[in-house]
């Protein structure tokens, strides 16, 4: 069974930078089953789709966020990173990683899921 765990700060201050951990048991990172991606679900609002970071280390980010927006992986702690900058109190949301199936066939299928994590942008 895949496992995704979300980490990192609950507050995070305007113009600083979100930084966040998905921790992934039951699977390697480096499988080519499985691209890893970032969600995000604002207050009221429906699931944001923030960018996916694949087995090859390529990445593809919301056209949005893009120069804000950096994806990485830590292979030997079996890790997915993200880095949001800049950010503003529209940034609050509850944070997920998902696995992604169908990554180089499509369409992209989100398997399993973290629990999510809350962050608020606020001074």
Not at 44 to 72: A, H
Not at 85 to 104: I, L, M, N, W
């Amino acid at each position: 069974q895949v496992q995704l765990q979300e980490s990192g700060p609950g507050l995070v201050k305007p113009s600083q930078t979100l930084s966040l951990i998905c921790t992934v048991s039951g699977q390697s990172i480096t499988t080519t089953h499985y691209a890893w991606s970032w969600i995000r679900q604002p207050p009221g609002q429906g699931l944001e789709w923030l960018g996916v970071i694949g087995y090859d280390e390529s990445t593809y980010t919301r056209p949005s966020l893009k120069s804000r927006i950096s994806m990485s992986r830590n292979t030997s702690k079996n890790h997915i990173s993200l880095q949001l900058r800049s950010v503003t109190p529209e940034d609050t949301a509850v944070y997920y990683c998902a696995s992604v199936a169908k990554y180089r066939t499509g369409p992209y299928e989100f398997e399993y899921w973290g629990q999510g994590t809350q962050v608020t942008v606020s001074s």
